[in-house]
């Protein structure tokens, strides 16, 4: 079965494609994964039915800074196009991926600095 996923919730600069990734080559799924612009995660995947749900399942996570909070599956019928043979992650956005992650790096070391003035010797 050949799929197209949309993932949404809080799914981007969480770590969350590298976890798509290790589920999908663990799996021995083909396909691909990454970010778009939208806020969503997409990917393609190809494997038997029961893989692809099983996968489905696995990435479907609530913990940590992670939320799926919709997958929405479409199967592709023309399998025509060719994927690649192991599990990849596209890079798409490479210079507005690094801003982002700087400024989520930013706001925490801002909030490391608060009341650091205040800590007496020895602290």
Do not use: W
């Amino acid at each position: 079965m050949r799929c197209a996923l949309t993932i949404r919730g809080n799914v981007q600069d969480v770590g969350y494609r590298k976890i798509i990734e290790a589920n999908a080559i663990s799996r021995q799924l083909r396909g691909y994964v990454f970010n778009d612009i939208d806020g969503t995660v997409k990917l393609v995947c190809d494997a038997e039915v029961c893989v692809v749900e099983d996968f489905v399942d696995a990435i479907n996570i609530h913990r940590g800074n992670i939320f799926v909070q919709e997958i929405n599956k479409i199967e592709i019928k023309d399998v025509s196009f060719p994927l690649p043979e192991t599990f990849v992650r596209l890079q798409t956005d490479d210079l507005k991926d690094i801003g982002r992650k700087l400024d989520k790096g930013n706001v925490f070391l801002e909030y490391l600095g608060i009341g650091q003035d205040k800590l007496v010797e020895g602290q």
